[in-house]
Nanobody
C-alpha cells in the first residue's frame, strides 16, 4: 500500500504564491510519472502539471509561466510552486503518482487533496 501526504495549501491574495508538496511512502519500488490535478466546485477535475521520472514536464495552458512542477526522487516527493496566483486558480488540488511496487505491479495513487483559495 502507498500513502500520499499533501501539504502547502491555504488562503492567499491574488498575485501571491504558494508551494504544494506531496510525499509518497509505503510499498514503493519506483515512482514513474507524478502530477497535480485540481477541481473547482461545479467543474471537472483537470490536469494542472505533470512530470515524468526523467524530468520532462507538462503544464496546462492556464498555468504556463506561473506554476513550476518539480520532484525530489530521493524523497519520493513532488512539488508545485504556484506564482502570480489568480482567483480562478481557487480549487482543491490533488497530487497523483504512478507507483511500481516491489511486486512489479503499477498503480496510480491519489492524495486526499489540499485546498487553495485565492482572494481578489
Amino acid at each position: 500500500q502507498v500513502q500520499l501526504v499533501e501539504s502547502g495549501g491555504g488562503l492567499v491574495q491574488a498575485g501571491g504564491s504558494l508551494r504544494l508538496s506531496c510525499a509518497a511512502s509505503g510499498s514503493i519500488f519506483s515512482i514513474n510519472a507524478m502530477g497535480w490535478y485540481r477541481q473547482a466546485p461545479g467543474k471537472q477535475r483537470e490536469l494542472v502539471a505533470g512530470i515524468t521520472s526523467g524530468g520532462t514536464t507538462y503544464y496546462a495552458d492556464s498555468v504556463k509561466g506561473r506554476f513550476i512542477i518539480s520532484r525530489d526522487n530521493a524523497k519520493n516527493t513532488v512539488y508545485l510552486q504556484m506564482n502570480s496566483l489568480k482567483p480562478e486558480d481557487t480549487a482543491r488540488y490533488y497530487c497523483t503518482t504512478q507507483v511500481t511496487t516491489p511486486a512489479r505491479s503499477t498503480t496510480t495513487y491519489w492524495g486526499q487533496g489540499t485546498q487553495v483559495t485565492v482572494s481578489s
